[in-house]
């Protein structure tokens, strides 16, 4: 059974950091493109970070460019999430998701549904004085 485990969230003051990693049991991590998503109260599920199955392309959307870094480590299934300079509108529910390669790209997986094939259960992360 594929598992995105996420860990990392809680809360944090603005200007802030956090660190978030999505462990994954998928067998072939590297056939898979993931995906950081965000979902605040009365807000759809949105895109944050996603990065291509060997690492070398990723898309952020203009509201986190600059301050959050996604990158990957095939070796130990982990995909991590670095998120600097945290802002209140950053509060939400974030989740690890995967799609297979060959059927996203990461721009696809970040802004298109359905997004991610393979989603994790989600931790919260709150920016707050």
């Known amino acids: 059974q594929v598992q995105l485990v996420e860990s990392g969230g809680g809360l944090v003051q603005p200007g802030g950091s956090l660190r978030l990693s999505c462990a994954t049991s998928l067998f072939t991590s590297d056939r898979y493109v993931f995906g950081w998503f965000r979902q605040a109260p009365g807000k759809e599920r949105e895109g944050v970070s996603c990065?291509?199955?060997?690492?070398?392309?990723?898309y952020y959307p203009d509201s986190v460019k600059g301050r959050f870094t996604i990158s990957r480590d095939n070796a130990k299934n982990t995909v991590d999430l670095q998120m600097n300079n945290l802002r209140f509108e950053d509060t939400a529910v974030y989740y690890c998701?995967?799609?297979?390669?060959?059927?996203?790209?990461?721009?696809?997986?970040?802004?298109?549904?359905?997004?991610?094939?393979?989603w994790g259960k989600g931790t919260q992360v709150t920016v707050s004085s």
């Open positions: 990065i291509s199955d060997t690492g070398g392309t990723t």
């Open positions: 998701a995967a799609r297979a390669a060959h059927l996203s790209s990461v721009y696809t997986l970040c802004e298109m549904k359905p997004h991610g094939d393979y």
